[in-house]
């Protein structure tokens, strides 16, 4: 059986989505696109297309079971059924969700208007008249905030704060945690209907494990797959077991409490020399213990090294700053080949930083 699917933005997106939800109106297309398929299969209710940051976006069909199990996972790790500022796009999972949660809730979620700065913060803050109040943001959305004194007054009224998107650089998490702010790290992605990990922790009744170095997750809130893609399908989930699993191209590792970490990403690990160079694993340490606190790591062709790092950040150094903190940790051949500082960096649509853009920025 199959149901049909419709593209929906704005104002009309709360309402088609819980139809979507109820299996009493079509499933929804979070966006606008001119090549969608009339049908798709009768348990999807939601089709939300990945980021492309790094890559060919993909689109992710979401069941309604998926979706209602990931706001219950939700729910019960933030302590209640709340009211939500939306500051994020609902054309991705993380503003998505926010409207699910909202939904199962039965709550109105207040969102942000206009550019997000402290000032459109502050009055959508204001609007929020129940006594449960969360919100979601991206770690650039948090660190402008909490350059704001009123902003960051407004902050500890929440009593959850979801950070996510990509890897939290440390000093801003320290920050967020002394200015008295609930900050929970989450992680997460389309493919398992948003955040399923928070503070390293699976949430509902997520799994996670390690396989081959690699993040697998496994639980209710996994897609049914890539619409129209059964070779990423197939290649991205995977049953074993008993359980179906999702292969997340994240590189991390499991402590004896069970708590993840992410280290990186499959696909960022270069060969430099002969040398392997996690990308990734190399962002973290510059942002962690560096003044580079935004700093993003991509590769750039070499002629005598074949792929080099190079860093991106808003904060002047020099490689030879870097050099013998990075020889430390990562070895030589992880030693950036330069640093390129901007104004400001690039993110895409979803907040993540946009690496395609700075790939062929440091290619020039």
Not at 95 to 105: K, N, Q, T
Not at 130 to 157: G, I, K, M
Not at 162 to 184: D, K, M, N
Request: charged residues 20%; hydrophobic residues 45%.
């Amino acid at each position: 059986m199959t149901r049909a699917l419709r593209a929906v933005t704005g104002a009309d997106l709360p309402s088609a989505l819980r139809d979507a939800l109820t299996a009493d109106g079509p499933a929804v297309f979070a966006g606008t696109a001119s090549d969608l398929p009339a049908r798709v299969a009768q348990n999807v209710a939601l089709v939300v297309q990945s980021s492309g940051s790094t890559a060919r976006p993909k689109r992710v069909a979401l069941s309604a079971d998926a979706l209602l199990a990931s706001a219950a996972a939700a729910e019960s790790a933030v302590g209640g059924a709340g009211q939500w500022l939306l500051a994020l796009p609902t054309t991705y999972i993380a503003g998505l969700s926010v409207l699910v949660r909202s939904i199962c809730a039965d709550t109105v979620p207040v969102a942000v208007e206009g550019h997000f700065d402290a000032g459109s913060f502050l009055r959508a803050a204001g609007q929020l008249d129940q006594p449960l109040r969360f919100t979601s943001l991206v770690p650039a959305q948090l660190a402008t905030l909490l350059n704001d004194e009123a902003a960051v007054a407004a902050l500890r009224r929440f009593d959850r704060v979801l950070l996510g998107g990509q890897s939290t650089p440390a000093p801003l998490l320290e920050r967020a945690l002394a200015a008295g702010v609930r900050v929970t790290r989450t992680y997460g992605s389309s493919e398992t209907a948003g955040g399923c990990v928070y503070d390293g922790v699976p949430i509902g009744t997520t799994h996670a494990r390690i396989g081959g170095g690699q993040v697998e997750l496994s639980g209710p809130t996994l897609a049914e797959g890539y619409l129209g893609d059964r070779e990423r399908t197939d290649a991205a989930f995977h049953s074993d077991g008993g359980a179906r699993w999702y292969r997340t191209g994240d590189l991390g590792s499991m402590d004896e409490s069970g708590v993840l970490t992410i280290t990186g990403r499959l696909d960022d690990v270069i060969v430099s020399g002969g040398v392997k160079v996690p990308l990734g694993e190399l962002e973290q340490l510059l942002r962690r213990v560096t003044p580079l606190h935004d700093a993003v790591v991509v590769p750039a062709d070499d002629e005598r090294w074949g792929q080099v790092p190079v860093v991106v950040s808003t904060v002047d150094s020099s490689v030879a700053e870097l050099r013998p903190t990075v020889i430390a940790a990562l070895g030589v051949a992880a030693v950036p080949a330069r640093v390129v500082v901007v104004d400001v960096i690039p993110l895409v649509e979803s907040g993540k930083p946009d690496r395609l853009a700075l790939r062929a920025l440091v290619a020039r």
